[in-house]
């Protein structure tokens, strides 16, 4: 399998520097550089006050500005379907209780339409307490368990003439579902998180399993995916499935510097330096990177982004 690579727009969407103007120039220029991928994040609302657990900050606490603009992911895409011909459309990740099955289904398969079978469809159960009860969702503790039917529910939808689903919460039949997507079976599903429940999840529903690494306290450095990727593949051979069936993917920062070996972090320091980082990870079974790189404005990230595809990229087998 060729080993591709995801540009992580996150700030054309959220912080100070997200505007149309931001989401349209770095999805073009993704695809233009050679960019399989873009991605965006999700949240809805930014509760003022969040108690809850961030998983990716060494103090656990969540520091977006509320009063900064954070655009909804599934309508960027539709944006970003319109403006480019080639690169493949991603959540990373959408967080799949937050909204109704079956209007997301819809949407999904229509932008699956539009955008001529480039979605990708990548899936979390969602970490903030304070968002689900802002949305008026009692479902916080079930979050899990939500997630895992509702994606059932997109399978069935997306792929039988007549659906029928009778679920704990949510019941369809009696129905017509059209469009269906382009892509078959359907749009691929890769699930997002490294719990125990995100590599079950992965294994019984996934196309493809894309934790976050190198950022505290989920590091996932080589030894750390070693261990998950044999824990998934015995999982996804558990449930009756060939163990290749999930594609590995793995989504870091990357940060060029002038720092040397033994001080330097992972995916940090010269090109050739990082690109050594990736083919250890590549050893390991992952055929995806989706990279965050670092820019206060767009003509910085205009800039990493064509030194990673120039000086990186070409060290990285892609076969």
Not at 117 to 144: C, K, Q, S
Request: glycine share 8%.
């Amino acid at each position: 399998m060729a080993t591709t690579f995801g540009c992580v727009l996150s700030t054309t969407i959220t912080g100070p520097t997200a505007s149309p103007e931001a989401v349209r120039t770095l999805a073009q220029r993704a695809e233009a550089l050679g960019f399989d991928a873009v991605w965006f994040p999700d949240h809805i609302l930014t509760p003022r006050h969040v108690a809850s657990v961030y998983p990716y900050a060494a103090d656990g606490v969540y520091r977006a500005d509320p009063d900064h603009p954070f655009y909804e992911p599934l309508a960027v895409l539709n944006f970003v379907a319109g403006c480019t011909q080639r690169v493949r459309l991603g959540t990373h990740v959408l967080i799949i209780p937050y909204r109704h099955p079956v209007f997301t289904a819809k949407h999904l398969a229509t932008l699956d339409v539009l955008s001529g079978g480039r979605l990708i469809l990548g899936a979390g159960v969602g970490w903030m307490a304070e968002e689900f009860h802002a949305l008026g969702l009692p479902t916080y503790a079930e979050r899990g368990a939500v997630t895992n039917e509702y994606l059932r529910l997109f399978q069935e939808l997306w792929t039988k003439e007549t659906p029928e689903f009778q679920g704990k919460y949510v019941q369809v039949s009696g129905v017509g579902f059209r469009p269906k997507p382009v892509q078959q079976p359907h749009p691929p599903i890769w699930i997002g998180g490294h719990s125990a429940a995100a590599l079950r999840r992965a294994a019984i529903l996934g196309d493809g399993w894309m934790p976050i690494g190198l950022r505290p306290h989920a590091l996932l450095e080589p030894a750390d995916m070693e261990e998950k990727i044999t824990r998934l593949r015995a999982l996804t051979r558990q449930a009756g499935r060939s163990e290749d069936a999930v594609t590995i993917s793995f989504t870091a920062p990357v940060v060029f510097s002038h720092a040397a070996a033994p001080t330097r972090a992972l995916l940090s320091g010269h090109p050739a330096d990082i690109a050594a980082d990736l083919r250890q990870y590549q050893a390991l079974g992952v055929r995806n990177f989706n990279i965050n790189l670092p820019g206060g404005s767009v003509s910085q990230q205009q800039e990493v982004m064509e030194q990673f595809i120039r000086e990186v990229v070409p060290l990285v087998p892609r076969e």
